[in-house]
């Protein structure tokens, strides 16, 4: 046992709520900001790197986090943990929703308008811009909360299916063999979903952007490896525990 000091003196009852279920509530906490950060941001589409003629949506700078954090969750506390994270998720990201569009349908008021070098000057623009970002399209809502769970429980399933096949071993096997597999779900039922029944795009035109997507993001998952491992050392550090040693119930 290795003995640390990190987020051990939090000023709460260390009997009625132990280190190890303070750092699952950080981590969970990170895992729900970044998921609703992506939801929100993700509207925005930007030019590819290498590729500046194809567009990215800005959602895919922060959803790989998620992974990251999903599976450092379900090598140090298990698939049940990880899989209460990943409803709490989306349970959150329902509750954003709401929020939001309840934001957009309020009457908005004429102070809204800066009295100095106002971006538009009438409240109506104000709105309008406001509408732009937040107003949800109702089929990429449903595709893209539909492929969040299915990745993400898939993530988590295979994951510990490499867990169980490696006997333990091999970190960056479990981590990327879920990872690659999980994203593949994810890019295939939000884009099938948006492509085909949003856009109306032709089937292979929808089948080349998809693989386009999917490479740039498991190119993301292999750069992430490092920072699972980090993350599983510094959770089990922080708790008393090696590396290599299975944190107890």
């Known amino acids: 046992m290795i003995p640390s000091p990190f987020l051990a003196d939090l000023a709460v ?37 290498f590729n500046p003629e194809f567009a990215l949506t800005t959602g895919i700078l922060t959803y790989p986090v998620t992974f ?4 450092v969750v379900s090598e140090v506390y298990g698939k ?14 329902l509750v954003l929703l709401a929020v939001v ?7 908005p008021h004429p102070f809204w308008v800066s009295g100095t070098e106002p971006l538009y000057p009438e409240v109506e623009g104000y709105q309008y811009a406001f509408e732009s970002v937040f107003s949800l399209n ?16 898939t993530d988590n399933f295979l994951f510990h299916f ?24 994810d890019t295939a039922v939000v884009n099938s979903i948006l492509f085909y029944l949003g856009f109306g795009l032709d089937f292979w035109v ?44």
């Open 68 to 71: 990251v954090v999903t599976d």
């Open 13 to 49: 009852d260390d009997e009625r709520y132990p280190l190890k279920e303070r750092v699952y509530l950080v981590l969970a906490a990170i895992f729900v900001v970044t998921l609703v950060l992506t939801n929100i941001i993700g509207i925005k589409l930007f030019r590819a790197p």
């Open 162 to 185: 490499w867990k169980r096949v490696t006997k333990g071993r091999h970190l960056w096997l479990r981590n990327n063999g879920s990872t690659v597999f999980s994203q593949l779900v």
């Open 101 to 107: 569009q309840l934001a957009v349908f309020v009457d």
């Open 138 to 153: 109702g089929v990429l809502v449903f595709g893209s909360m539909l492929a969040y769970l299915s990745a993400q429980l």
């Open 80 to 93: 049940r943990r990880a899989d209460f994270m990943v409803v709490l998720g989306f349970g959150m990201s």
């Open 206 to 249: 929808g089948v080349q952007i998809m693989v386009t997507i999917y490479v740039y993001k498991i190119a993301i998952a292999v750069l992430d490896t490092p920072l699972v491992y980090l993350g599983v050392f510094l959770v089990k550090r922080s708790l008393g525990y090696g590396f290599d040693e299975e944190v107890g119930p």
